[in-house]
């Protein structure tokens, strides 16, 4: 098992930039795949971004590709997301979220088994 907590969200104006960050503790990070999801008022769970657990091959929403970036620190266990040219459309709760690294499915919410509590993230026009 892993435990996740998020931190790093906060209002910022249209343009700036956020680094979120997700601290793990339990099992060690590289048994795991790691993702960030967001969800906004009345919206679903989305998927925004992944990364292996090697470090390697980070996968991105259209919607944020060339704006966010999602690395890890395994000696750490620590998962980030820079956010960069941020728009009011990306305002949501972020959630970190964890899955076994043997699975391949990197989209649906379900594919994950441990959740961190969400970090706010408020972009205002």
């Known amino acids: 098992q892993v435990q996740l907590v998020e931190s790093g969200g906060r209002l910022v104006q249209a343009g700036g930039s956020l680094r979120l960050s997700c601290a793990g503790s339990?099992?060690?990070?590289?048994?795991?795949?790691m993702a960030w999801f967001r969800q906004a008022p009345g919206k679903e769970r989305e998927f925004v971004a992944q990364?292996?657990?090697?470090?390697?091959?980070?996968d991105y929403a259209d919607s944020v590709k060339g704006r966010f970036s999602i690395s890890r620190n395994n000696a750490k266990n620590l998962l980030y997301l820079q956010m960069n040219s941020l728009k009011p459309v990306d305002t949501a709760v972020y959630y970190c979220a964890a899955q076994s690294r043997y699975k391949l499915e990197i989209i649906h919410p379900s594919a994950y088994e441990y959740w961190g509590q969400g970090t706010q993230v408020t972009v205002s026009s």
């Open positions: 339990g099992r060690a990070f590289t048994h795991y795949n």
């Open positions: 990364i292996v657990f090697s470090g390697g091959s980070p």
